[in-house]
């Protein structure tokens, strides 16, 4: 995924400062592990997955919704970093997506408590705040919440995973913001292409 899978390192050999363009017409692809956005995303399905199994109604259709809502949510960050190689306006497609599956989430856990009367915390409460310095925890995974997820009724489990959507939220606007200036800045692949030609044909000529 970062372009260094150990075949392509270099060893002195068949380097020049030509073959390493100031812009590359294939950028190094990110490792969408590495990404706190796709851990926390990450997190928020296993959560997801628990708790509309064991807290709502066997038929429930909101089961399978919430469920996928969560999984697109992971699986287009995901996407949206592969696809970064070659269209970076394909990253910020999917990326976007991502972050319309997580809100839509977001909605159904708040759903959930308000139609059971139960408390939705305030970001400036004790548990919130909690949550938020578990959350600073890097990498992001599962079991930094598992304890919680398992032991403690549906109503802290929802705030937690409200915090956790909130958090990804965060972060996926943050990098769609940088996305969309390296968009701007350098283009995508058929600028990209456009300059190495214009690059190569000014090496030709020297």
Do not use: H
């Given at each position: 995924m970062n372009g260094n899978d150990g075949k392509h390192e270099n060893n002195g050999e068949n380097t020049s400062p030509a073959s390493h363009d100031a812009h590359p017409i294939l950028p190094p692809r990110g490792d969408y592990q590495t990404l706190l956005s796709f851990q926390k995303a990450e997190v928020v399905y296993d959560i997801t997955f628990r708790f509309a199994h064991k807290f709502l109604d066997r038929g429930d259709r909101t089961i399978d919704q919430m469920i996928q809502s969560a999984r697109s949510g992971k699986?287009?960050?995901?996407?949206?970093?592969?696809?970064?190689?070659?269209?970076?306006?394909?990253?910020?497609?999917?990326?976007?997506?991502?972050?319309?599956?997580?809100?839509?989430?977001?909605?159904?856990?708040?759903?959930?408590?308000?139609?059971?009367?139960?408390?939705?915390?305030?970001?400036?409460?004790?548990?919130?705040?909690?949550?938020?310095?578990?959350?600073?925890?890097?990498?992001?995974?599962?079991?930094?919440?598992?304890?919680?997820?398992?032991?403690?009724?549906?109503?802290?489990?929802?705030?937690?995973?409200?915090?956790?959507?909130?958090?990804?939220?965060?972060?996926?606007?943050?990098?769609?913001?940088?996305?969309?200036?390296?968009?701007?800045?350098?283009?995508?692949?058929?600028?990209?292409?456009?300059?190495?030609r214009l690059q190569a044909r000014d090496r030709q000529r020297c």
């Open positions: 699986k287009n960050i995901l996407e949206g970093s592969k696809a970064a190689l070659t269209s970076k306006e394909t990253e910020i497609k999917l990326t976007n997506v991502a972050r319309a599956s997580l809100e839509e989430l977001l909605d159904d856990y708040k759903d959930f408590l308000r139609a059971r009367d139960l408390a939705i915390w305030d970001k400036n409460s004790r548990e919130a705040q909690y949550v938020r310095k578990l959350g600073r925890k890097t990498p992001q995974t599962y079991e930094d919440y598992r304890e919680f997820v398992e032991t403690r009724p549906p109503e802290v489990v929802a705030n937690i995973a409200l915090c956790l959507i909130n958090q990804t939220n965060y972060l996926i606007d943050r990098q769609l913001r940088r996305l969309e200036q390296d968009f701007l800045k350098e283009g995508g692949l058929r600028e990209r292409m456009t300059r190495a």
